[in-house]
């Protein structure tokens, strides 16, 4: 069965940097995307990045430029360097995978539990 465990969160200041890691497994990556999302206490989940099995990615306009998705398929991780990270960036980040290639969250079949990043 598909297992995905995030781990890397934390708290840091702003302008400061963290990296997320998932760790992937029992999926079939040749037919699956990964993606990040997050979510705010409050607000419902949103996109963060997206990448396909050619390393394509794609951002949401709220964090282009700062941060970038990676993956490393031959040891089945997934990873988020985010840098100049901002307040609005606390958030509990979630790894996700599915056959879609976008950022809604509807469209992503398997979830990780989260890992929280607090940006002050």
């Known amino acids: 069965h598909v297992q995905l465990v995030e781990s890397g969160g934390g708290s840091v200041q702003a302008e400061g940097s963290l990296r997320l890691a998932c760790a992937a497994s029992g999926y079939k990556y040749s037919d699956y995307c990964l993606a990040w999302f997050r979510q705010a206490p409050g607000k419902e989940r949103e996109g963060v990045a997206v990448?396909?099995?050619?390393?394509?990615?794609t951002y949401a306009e709220s964090v282009k430029g700062r941060f970038t998705i990676s993956q490393d398929l031959a040891k089945n991780f997934l990873y988020l360097q985010m840098d100049s990270l901002k307040p609005e960036d606390t958030a509990m980040y979630y790894c996700?995978?599915?056959?879609?290639?976008?950022?809604?969250?509807?469209?992503?079949?398997?979830w990780g539990k989260g890992t929280q990043v607090t940006v002050s």
């Open positions: 990448i396909d099995i050619e390393d394509t990615p």
């Open positions: 996700a995978t599915g056959q879609y290639y976008g950022l809604l969250p509807n469209g992503m079949d398997y």
